[in-house]
Structure formats: C-alpha cells, structure tokens
C-alpha cells in the first residue's frame, strides 16, 4: 500500500500541469508500467525479497497496460508537458508494433521467471522493449 501511494504522489508531481485529458492518460498509463517495472527491478536488484507471484502479477498488469497504449495514443494530443514526439502519429504503425512487443514478452515471461536468474532475463527483455519505444517515440 506504501508503494502504491508513493507511486501515485510521484506520478501527481509529475503530471501536475497537464491540461489535454487525453495526454493525462497516456502519462497514468506510462506511470502505470513504470510502478510495475519498479515492482520487479527492486527485485533484480536485490532490494525486495524475490517474490514470483508479485512479478507474475506485475507482468501481468504490464500486459494489460501495453495493450492499452495504441488507444491511449490514438487521438493526436498536445501538452507541454507530454513527453510524447510529434512522430508516434507519424509512424503510428511501427509504435503499436513496440506496443505489441512490450505486451508480448510480459504475457510471455509470466509464469516463467523461478528464480533470480531468470529474473534478470526477464528484465533483459523488458528493458529492450522498453527502450526500443523510447529511443524513438519519447523525449
């Protein structure tokens, strides 16, 4: 419950500012993936006891999240404080592509991280989705 309230404290400061909804949304559901990268990297770290059913469910819910993103983004919005590039909706094809490969190594990784080991490559994959869609379509 802590970390679920300081997820959402930071995630406030964050958006503080943001006037178009839709920009407020595609923000909640980016600090949604976030709070659930956070969840299973402490893990890898070391600095929360290894739990495979919390990252099951962290997975889980990134799964879920991913698949939400090509709406999120549907309607071409604006805010200063969006971190979004003008070329999502210009290459909109290859960023639902990067969508679809987030939510499918997170539905493909639950169920199969058993051990710290394992952990680390789950968290490979993560990341390189990930940064695939960052690289090109975030500030």
Request: with cysteine.
């Amino acid at each position: 419950m802590a970390v679920a309230l300081a997820v959402a404290g930071t995630a406030a400061l964050a958006h503080g500012g943001v006037k178009d909804v839709h920009v407020m949304a595609r923000m909640q559901g980016m600090s949604t993936l976030a709070a659930e990268m956070k969840v299973i990297g402490r893990m890898a770290k070391g600095e929360a006891a290894f739990n495979p059913d919390a990252i099951d469910s962290a997975l889980a819910r990134m799964a879920d999240e991913a698949a939400r993103i090509p709406a999120l983004f549907t309607p071409e919005a604006s805010d200063p404080k969006s971190e979004a590039r003008p070329v999502i909706w210009q290459d909109f094809g290859t960023f639902t592509t990067r969508a679809d490969a987030l939510q499918a190594v997170s539905l493909a990784s639950v169920g199969t991280v058993e051990s710290p080991v394992d952990l680390g490559k789950t968290m490979q994959k993560l990341g390189g989705a990930c940064k695939a869609c960052h690289a090109t379509f975030k500030q």
